[in-house]
């Protein structure tokens, strides 16, 4: 069993045929999952990788790789739920912009957890 944590925005795995289970989990049921456990961070973004650190009081590494998971591992997903604001050039669609450490901090965001059953 491998124990990935990434971010939904920046989806790092591809999943093949298979029976799979997710379900919404705490902040605090996350802490305690990850105890002493060895993970894989698949979450490409440096700024969202320090925030799920201080969230998890764990040192997540950004990392780009994606990997195909396997029956039996576990994949942490990390969502932000608001949606941070956009600007505007003349003649181009709406952009999304970094966002500074204090407002990232103030969006919601949940966890979840997916397991590859078979």
Known sequence: ??????????PSIRMDYGTYKQDKETLEFVKYFLRGEKFVSLIPSRQI???VSRLLGIEIPANHEIVKIKTGDVVIIFQL???PPE????????????LPED?????????????KVK
């Open 81 to 83: 739920l608001g949606k």
């Open 87 to 98: 600007f505007y050039l003349p003649g181009r669609p709406p952009m999304g912009r970094i």
């Open 1 to 10: 069993m491998t124990i990935y944590i990434t971010d939904a925005n920046f």
């Open 103 to 115: 407002e990232l901090n103030r969006l919601p965001y949940e966890f979840m957890m997916l397991f």
């Open 49 to 51: 990788a320090n925030l």
